[in-house]
């Protein structure tokens, strides 16, 4: 077995909201080894992002983050804030959806590249520019000159994620976060973009996860698969497992809601309801759950394990 990289435990992030505190994330627990890429899957606002944002020490102000997360051994969860801006970009990157919006209009690419480099690294301008081009080849920007003289406003949308990528990815991280990297930009581009962060795991970067809404891009690239639902875990599972013999009452209903291109005459059946956090300990699914039980309500779901690395948060223990 290859070595654990990531391990989280009983993650929470609370946030202060007009009606009182939200438990974004609740009682969530994963790990991740070395050259692993794991999906986090989810509709809106099943707290996707804040898990991603409690790792980097990004949590909105006034939130509560609570429980363990350690990368290669040592805690992330409440390091002080320098701390955690040493590790940032340096031994964990994230790649957030809007390309637009990650990089300065003002500054020219090569700068948003070097200036990485010159602090986490400490290098020189030239062997830092160096290092910049090599690495905007690497994610598949062939005229890497040409492009470290840009503005971003100069690169098309999928050029720009490109960039984004190259600059999480400039000091090797040993954890990539990429949250919803492709919806900005058009399916052909979408794929482009997936399949670099498949080819530069290993070689780039230790272990990835990879935030969406969308299980068939899960499917083509990912190793593991977490959903999520209203703040908390529903299974954890291999993606051929998950897609086969997935267990959960919500991972069902999301692959029944997914398009099947070798059966297309099943039609689409979309989940009822609107994702919501009903209160009380009980499955935050079940409102919607056509297989919900008296406890779902009050009782905090059992952890089943439904057999090696396959976990299911649900009362229902028997077979599907
Ligand atoms: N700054 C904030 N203040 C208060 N609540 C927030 C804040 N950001 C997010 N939330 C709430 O936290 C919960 C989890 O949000 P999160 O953004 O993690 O969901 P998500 O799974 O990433 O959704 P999406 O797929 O839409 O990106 C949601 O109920 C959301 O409304
Ligand atoms: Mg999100």
Do not use: W
């Amino acid at each position: 077995m290859s070595e654990l990289l990531l391990e989280v435990e009983d993650l929470g992030v609370s946030l202060p909201t007009s009606s009182g505190q939200l438990h974004a994330v609740d009682s969530l627990g994963f790990s991740l080894r070395e050259g692993e890429l794991l999906g986090i899957v989810g509709e809106s606002g099943s707290g996707k992002t804040q898990t991603a944002l409690a790792l980097m020490g990004l949590t909105p102000a006034g939130s509560r983050v609570s429980g363990s997360a350690r990368l290669d051994g040592e805690e992330l969860i409440g390091r002080p804030e320098a701390e955690l801006n040493d590790l940032r970009g340096d031994r964990i990157a994230m790649v957030f959806q809007d390309p637009q919006a990650a990089l300065n209009p003002y500054l020219r690419i090569g700068v948003q590249l070097t200036e990485v480099l010159e602090q986490h690294r400490e290098l020189d301008a030239v062997t830092a520019a160096k290092r910049a081009t090599e690495m905007l080849q690497a994610v598949g920007l062939d005229d890497s000159e040409r492009c470290m003289r840009s503005y971003p406003h100069q690169l098309s949308g999928g050029m720009r994620q490109r960039v984004t990528i190259a600059i999480a990815l400039l000091c090797r991280p040993r954890l990539l976060i990429a949250d919803e990297p492709t919806t900005a930009l058009d399916v052909t581009v979408q794929a482009q973009i997936l399949g670099l962060l498949r080819v530069l795991k290993g070689s780039h970067y230790g272990a990835g996860l990879l935030i969406t809404h969308d299980l068939a891009v899960v499917a083509e690239i990912c190793d593991r698969v977490l959903v999520m639902y209203g703040g908390k875990p529903m299974e954890l599972a291999a993606v051929d497992r998950l897609f086969h013999n997935g267990h959960h009452p919500y991972t069902r209903a999301l692959l029944r809601s997914l398009p099947r291109l070798d059966r297309p005459e099943s039609g689409l059946v979309p989940i009822p309801g609107q994702p919501g956090r009903p209160t009380g300990a009980g499955c935050p699914f079940r409102p919607r759950c056509a297989e919900r039980l008296e406890q779902c309500a009050a009782v905090v779901p059992p952890r089943l394990d439904i057999a090696p690395g396959h976990l299911s948060y649900c009362h229902r223990s028997g077979p599907n």
